[in-house]
């Protein structure tokens, strides 16, 4: 008897479509590509074109040509009606002529990370795009900086992906591709999961958004961004092992799976929230967390503006659904950890904490106020800030990319 | 402009059906009423019918035939194929002429609550549906024992309700139909609403199941069986004292809303569960909590039967969706609430204590411990169990029903 699924379905409502050949397929692939004129692609591109290829982009075929663009950016519709939230585009210096095929090139990476049949180049209003996706034009913005650092052109066509990118090899069983969460969550027997999105390590309050989507949901897929992040955010490997030791302290076995996806951060704040509730369908989750300033950088957004654009998009729009979550901190007054919506009173005393305080606490080593995060997991990020030498640290405010 | 409420639709998908007439309409019924033949109605009768006539057990237009009895005992839906999952039947000692119109009289009131144009009379293997419907014949079953002392024939037809029974007058703001609970929810812009349901004081268990279901939807009806209690129970006065108490302290302004309803409790645990999410759906609210051995009594039913149920009903049966949620306590070693889901381990020094321990504990003025319930709620407690002699204290716990 063939086995139903529970799970939300992929995106689009067919099947996960990953865009990487196995075994013979692939080395033949990546043989031919190997003869083809090389296109260098960015670290955003990269990220993306490893998204495609293990499928957690469905139903995508490729890089959008000018319909699609057009569609996403204004409507966040592709021209045949798919929702979609955010252009996922590849830019050159020239046009190509249509048919021509080529290798994608990843110069940090120096490997060919695909090719591309190109079906179409086309030139883009960029600073259209950066208002309709990012609600501004700034300069400072990283993901605006990122669109109008593109190249003239836009190149569109259907991709076979020749890479993963490296991030197996580095995260080993936590870089899990849609296929492995789904088979997971069905192993599990979890029919509702809630996607966890974090570039961060967890302290309590990311900790109690996790327990409350366990409450009501079967699962929690801890859902890390392993590509690039801004300047002074924590390596991913350190990272990861915080996380880990959370799960392994302070919550229940078979609850929680940490995973990761390869994709660079856009920082587009609500755009961005509806691009992680789509892939999260795709890797099988009924549910992402969304929480306060969801993927969201400096002022740019409001703080629940990526609460409201789910309400604004159709119901046919996607399946997974968002959890909406206010600001989360421990209370004294109350003795626990409450939210602005569950703590009662404004004058309560709440341990709130910026990044950066944190930051400046950990590396000047100085006591970080109890119940703002475990024991276990402050260890681990001291340890990380006493590695770094006051020079380093300098650097790695700059450069921002130390583990990579 | 017309508003379009964003709240779920009442159940069948209509309008709200209250059977009580009003003003002029209400004083000729009830004057209609006098000259009739008398038929005296249980407690759980009585209860029903309030509900008819505030429209919380919408759309049903009074005590259910033989048809329909029979589709709700066995697949829970009318003959209509409308979901219902308890039957809803008034009983009289003979059969009854199909056209008789007759004053539904509640001998403890000494009031005419409704009158019911008969339609017909019909006998019911009483075992069956106590099979069936509470998955015992076991007449220790409080549920079971009211269905077994009905009288030899069922009697059925369309109501008008002429009374709430008392409920307004008792409980003022606190006694709200579903058309009230509705506008205010409406009032206050709420469009996600978990309904707790309770028949006693809360604790903090209690109340972090109310702070989760906060945390993910807009707003909380803590909602109290305001008829009849198993010996035992605190009286509805206290109760709702207490949980107002918590409510003023606890949470936030504009977070929950304290309200009743006028049934009795029937203990049919699973069965209970969806007949609570039934008029859930009419009161307005889209989550109803599900906790931990939702509306048992005793050993009758598994901790989660209510949990499963749910998934067996089929998807258009209800709109209202549980909340399903794990036994909740205070931890220690957690340093927070938590649940069999989210403690991590069994070792674990949790707050565990059964109600009456903790009747136990307060009636003997010994300390209830520290993080098991709030100072406040604990004081309005103790007072009530100061306030009985240890003689009434026993008449309590045999009449079950002191305040009311």
């Not at 080395?27 to 290829?53: Q, Y």
């Not at 400072?140 to 197996?168: E, I, R, T």
């Not at 969801?294 to 409201?308: E, I, L, R, T």
Request: glycine share 8%; aromatic share 8%; hydrophobic share 35%.
């Amino acid at each position: 008897m063939a086995k139903t699924s529970n799970l939300v379905r992929p995106h689009g409502g067919g099947d996960l479509n990953p865009l990487m050949p196995q075994g013979d397929a692939l080395a033949s692939a990546r043989a031919h590509a190997e003869s083809l004129p090389k296109l260098p692609i960015t670290s955003r591109e990269s990220g993306d074109l490893i998204m495609l290829g293990i499928g957690g982009f469905t139903p995508l075929t490729g890089f959008m040509g000018q319909a699609d663009w057009q569609g996403v950016v204004d409507d966040m519709r592709t021209a045949d009606g798919l929702f979609w939230p955010i252009p996922i585009t590849l830019s050159a210096d020239e046009a190509v002529e249509p048919g021509t095929e080529l290798a994608l090139f990843d110069e940090e990476r120096d490997t060919i990370m695909g090719t591309i049949t190109v079906s179409e180049s086309y030139q883009i209003d960029k600073a259209h795009e950066c208002r309709e996706v990012f609600k501004t034009e700034d300069d400072a913005h990283p993901g605006v900086k990122m669109v109008m650092a593109q190249k003239a052109w836009n190149v569109a066509g259907d991709v076979v992906v020749l890479s993963q990118g490296g991030f197996p090899e580095e995260y080993g069983e936590q870089f899990m591709t849609p296929a492995q969460t789904r088979a997971e969550f069905e192993k599990r027997g979890w029919n509702t999961i809630a996607a966890f999105q974090t570039r961060n390590p967890m302290h309590r309050s990311h900790e109690y958004l996790a327990k409350v989507a366990l409450e009501v949901l079967d699962g929690v897929l801890i859902h890390s961004l392993l590509g690039k992040l801004k300047p002074g955010d924590i390596p991913a490997d350190v990272r990861s092992n915080a996380i880990g030791t959370l799960i392994d302290n302070y919550f229940k076995p078979n609850t929680v799976i940490q995973a990761g996806y390869p994709l660079d951060m856009r920082y587009a704040g609500p755009r961005e929230a509806l691009l992680h509730a789509v892939f999260r369908q795709n890797y099988g989750c009924s549910h992402l967390i969304v929480g306060r300033d969801h993927a969201g950088v400096g002022d740019y957004y409001g703080p629940f503006d990526a609460h409201g654009i789910f309400d604004e998009i159709g119901e046919d729009a996607l399946e997974t659904q968002p959890l909406k979550m206010d600001w989360t901190f421990w209370c004294n007054d109350c003795n626990s950890m409450a939210s602005m919506k569950t703590c009662p009173s404004d004058d309560h005393d709440r341990l709130l904490l910026s990044g950066s305080k944190l930051r400046k606490l950990l590396s000047e080593d100085e006591p970080v106020p109890e119940n703002f995060s475990r024991p276990e997991v402050l260890e681990i990020l001291s340890k990380h800030y006493a590695g770094i030498e006051t020079a380093d640290r300098v650097t790695v405010e700059l450069k921002g990319h130390s583990a990579r």
